[in-house]
Structure formats: structure tokens, C-alpha cells
């Protein structure tokens, strides 16, 4: 097979979906879906007992599987785990994407993924620099070192908060409104903005719930995330719409592009657009959007 080309560390990763690396019928097709990104599990999803043969299922299906755009991201078992060193070694050998490191709390667990990952670019003859990275938050430690975390590697391309875990180190249960976790996100959301990573909110595990689904992929949205970890195809969709923009915020976005333009060879900095006033600001958000909206396939313009 044809070599996945190097990983782009800033992409479209509005969705992100958990498969267990043990069950080959299962990530076979995976792409098919139309996912931004897959994560492959080799920690929680496989049982202690079954570590080495989830890491060969793992291993044959990045070496044989062809995942297109998809991206390809390996969740390893914790670095307080005898498994995380081998774990590492087959996702870099196999070609992954990117690893995802598990209950990471401190910009040292990212050092030392990144030397291990890059040791085994040098053993296995891959690219250096190849295979990214990102950090799972999984309780208050991981938390309040955020910002150290998201700026400890050049190859960290986000974090997520995974909210089982987090959860139980909270003694707390989810509730509709998201106020056990909230502050948690709002504070992973800071820190990520001010390392310029990508952010990622955790799994709606209540798959007959489609209502409270619904409603916190919404929140995530609105609270300025990235894209979501799922754990079913059917919540892929939703996720998409919202985390696209819409009509009027292309129309808006493109207005103020347009105007700016015209505006700035007259030496004006600052002007009204609807009766809004317009500047530089709002210029570096509107072409955001038009990127983002291209990337979602949802841009029909000429910018």
C-alpha cells in the first residue's frame, strides 16, 4: 500500500470517533463513514489480557487499510501502564497518524511520549517528526497544567477532557446542564486558544438520548470547540451541521472580507457594514469562517 502522507498538524477535526483496535471488522470500513478522524483504542476498550492482540489487529489494519482522507489517531494505554512504550512502537511502525496519550497531567508525560515516538521514527526508518500527538485531560491535575501541556511539543495538535474520568476524580455525575464539567472545559478551551491547539469536548455515551445530544454538541459549539469525540455513527452528522457554518455567517463573513478590500486601498481602518462597525478584528474571524467553511464543503463563493 501507498504510504499515508505526513499528517497535517492543523486540520478539519470536528469529529472524532472511538473504535476498539482488537476488532478488525469493525475499523475495516471505518472510513466509510465520512469521519474527520478515527481513534483506534488500545487502553480502555481491550482488556488487560488482550493488550498484544490488539496492538497485531492494530499493526495489520494500518499496514492494510486504506483510510483515505480520514485521519488516523491511536489512543495508547497510561504511562503508569507496562504498555504505553510497546503501544507507541506499533502505532509509529504501522503509520498512525497521530497518538493520543492517555490521562496525560503534566508537559513532562508529553516529553516523554515524544521521545519514545521519536526514537521509534528513527527504528522504524519513518519520517522524523511524522506522528503527532494530542492530550487527553482526564482529571483537575491535568486540568490546571492545560496551557504547560498544549505548548510542551511542536507535534501537540490539541487536547481533549474526557469526561468519564474526569468525572469520577470530581465525585460527580453528569447532569443535563453540564455544570460538573463545565468549568473544567471553559478552562482546557483557555488554555488551548492561548497555545493556538485544537480543543475537543469528550463522548455522549446515552445513545437514546438523542435530545441531550443534541443539545451539548450545541454547547460545544458555542462554547468554541473544535469538534467532539463520538462513539456511534449516527452522531456523526449532527455534529457535522453544527460545526459548519451557516448561510448567513458565510454571507456575513464574506461581506466584511469584500468591503475590507475596498475599504483599505482608501487608507480607511475602521468602517460600517449594516450598521455594524467593522475593522481588522472582525476581518481575521471572517476569514476563518470562509476556511472553515471550505473545509466542511460547505463554500460556494470565489474568495
Not at 492545560?146 to 447532569?175: N, Q, W
Not at 453544527?242 to 472580507?257: D, G, N, R, S
Request: hydrophobic share 40%.
Amino acid at each position: 500500500m501507498i504510504p499515508r502522507p505526513r499528517p497535517k498538524r492543523f486540520r478539519l477535526r470536528r469529529t472524532m470517533m472511538f473504535m476498539n483496535a482488537q476488532k478488525p471488522g469493525l475499523i475495516k470500513d471505518a472510513y466509510i463513514y465520512g469521519l474527520d478522524s478515527i481513534m483506534l483504542d488500545l487502553e480502555d476498550a481491550v482488556a488487560e489480557n488482550q493488550k498484544d492482540a490488539a496492538r497485531f489487529s492494530l499493526y495489520h489494519a494500518l499496514k492494510s487499510i486504506d483510510y483515505g482522507d480520514t485521519e488516523v489517531i491511536v489512543r495508547i494505554n497510561g504511562l503508569d501502564t507496562p504498555h504505553w512504550q510497546e503501544d507507541i512502537r506499533v502505532c509509529v511502525a504501522g503509520g498512525a497518524d497521530g497518538i493520543r496519550i492517555a490521562k496525560c497531567e503534566s508537559a513532562e508525560d508529553v516529553k516523554t511520549v515524544e521521545k519514545h515516538v521519536l526514537e521509534a521514527e528513527r527504528e522504524f526508518g519513518v519520517e522524523e517528526g511524522r506522528t503527532l500527538l494530542m492530550a487527553a485531560l482526564e482529571s483537575p491535575k491535568g486540568i490546571l497544567n492545560a496551557y504547560e501541556i498544549c505548548t510542551a511539543s511542536d507535534r501537540l495538535f490539541g487536547v481533549a477532557i474526557s469526561g468519564g474520568d474526569f468525572r469520577k476524580s470530581m465525585h460527580v455525575r453528569p447532569v443535563p446542564s453540564g455544570v460538573e464539567i463545565n468549568t473544567a472545559r471553559s478552562m482546557m478551551l483557555l488554555a488551548a486558544r492561548a497555545a493556538g491547539v485544537q480543543c475537543f469536548d469528550t463522548v455522549f455515551t446515552n445513545l437514546d438520548d438523542e435530545e441531550g445530544f443534541e443539545a451539548e454538541v450545541r454547547l460545544n459549539h458555542e462554547m468554541g470547540f473544535d469538534g467532539k469525540s463520538l462513539i456511534n455513527p449516527r452522531q456523526i452528522a449532527y455534529v457535522h451541521k453544527t460545526f459548519a457554518p451557516t448561510p448567513k455567517e458565510i454571507a456575513t463573513a464574506e461581506t466584511y472580507v469584500r468591503t475590507y478590500e475596498e475599504q483599505s486601498k482608501q487608507g480607511v481602518g475602521v468602517y460600517t457594514v449594516n450598521g455594524k462597525m467593522v475593522d481588522i478584528a472582525f476581518i481575521k474571524d471572517a476569514s476563518r469562517i470562509i476556511e472553515l467553511a471550505k473545509a466542511c464543503g460547505v463554500y460556494h463563493g470565489d474568495l
